[in-house]
């Protein structure tokens, strides 16, 4: 097995698009990190980590793996499970000086590499979350709700920002964005943030995220406690999926947290489909 690291995102691409397209919603998160990285390299800090695992005896790539810190390691596997090219990806982490917060990928490589990496530095994990990967071609109109959604404009930033905030503690018990505010600003200058207004209140926002050549993700469903219940998230979500459509995507995609049984049911009455499943793990600091 022969490991390659690359020195951007616009040079891995040009080995592994090809692989990743052949399933692209399942390879939405990979495929479209790295086509952001490639758009705007100046947003991280640190230089991502980019590696693959070729097999010698026949030039294909057998795994691959990114990671842009603080975030996870994101898995690629081709295939069976393949021993010799985890423990390439392992050894090239380790001669690289990489420490990794946590493992992302479909199930069985992610508790493999997981596994692998416990074994290697001794480093305790536990799981983090089960998440399902949902694609979507047509939108079911969910049962209407007062209100009208629009896109999110710099007015909007102060709460976007304290949602985003939110959002990330409620989902990941942490938030892993230094700068909401300036996340927010950026995010809303590129049009991805969008809100559910309700007599002159805004009570919900969605955000488009990671566009690839046919598949665009939707994330950042948030609606602040009080007003849960009353069908804003589920008409946000639909109309920015339909917007989407509409502007040319095949599909759209998002991740749910299988432990939210509620999320789930709403996603697939509007049209949502399961296409697989990835297991997050966490490592000891």
């Known amino acids: 097995m022969i490991a390659k690291n690359y020195p951007n995102a616009t040079a891995f691409l040009e080995k592994m698009q090809p ?19 490639a758009q705007y390299p100046e947003r991280v800090k640190q230089p991502p980590y980019l590696v693959t695992i070729e097999d010698e005896t026949n030039n294909q790539v057998a795994m691959a793996a990114t990671m ?21 990806i392992a050894k090239n982490l380790q001669e690289n000086g990489w420490a990794i917060p946590g493992v992302l990928g479909k199930v069985a490589e992610s508790e493999a ?3 692998l990496w416990s074994d290697i530095t001794g480093k305790k994990y536990q799981p983090h979350k089960n998440l399902r990967v949902f694609e979507l071609t047509e939108v079911i109109p969910p049962t209407p709700c007062p209100g009208n959604f629009r896109i999110a404009t710099p007015e909007d930033t102060k709460l976007i920002a304290s949602w985003v905030d939110a959002f990330q503690i409620e ?28 007599n002159g209140q805004v009570v919900s926002m969605c955000a488009k995220n990671r566009p690839t050549r046919n598949t665009i993700t939707i994330g950042m469903v948030y609606t602040p406690p009080e007003l ?33 049984p509620i999320s789930n049911r709403i996603y697939q009455k509007m049209g949502y489909r399961p296409v697989c499943d990835l297991n997050e793990f966490r490592f000891e600091s």
């Open 113 to 115: 590499f997981t596994r």
């Open 19 to 37: 692989y990743l397209e052949q399933e692209e919603v399942a390879n939405a998160m990979m495929l479209g990190v790295c086509l952001r990285l």
């Open 228 to 260: 849960r219940g009353k069908g804003y998230a589920a008409n946000c979500v639909a109309r920015l999926s339909q917007y989407l459509l509409n502007a040319g995507y095949k599909f759209c995609s998002l991740n749910t947290d299988l432990a939210n």
């Open 171 to 198: 989902a990941l018990g942490h938030n892993e964005i230094e700068n909401p505010l300036a996340f927010a600003q950026t995010r809303i200058g590129d049009g991805d943030y969008f809100v559910w207004e309700d």
């Open 68 to 88: 842009t810190p603080p975030y996870n390691v994101v898995l690629f596997n081709q295939g069976e499970i393949n021993p010799a090219a985890m423990e390439a």
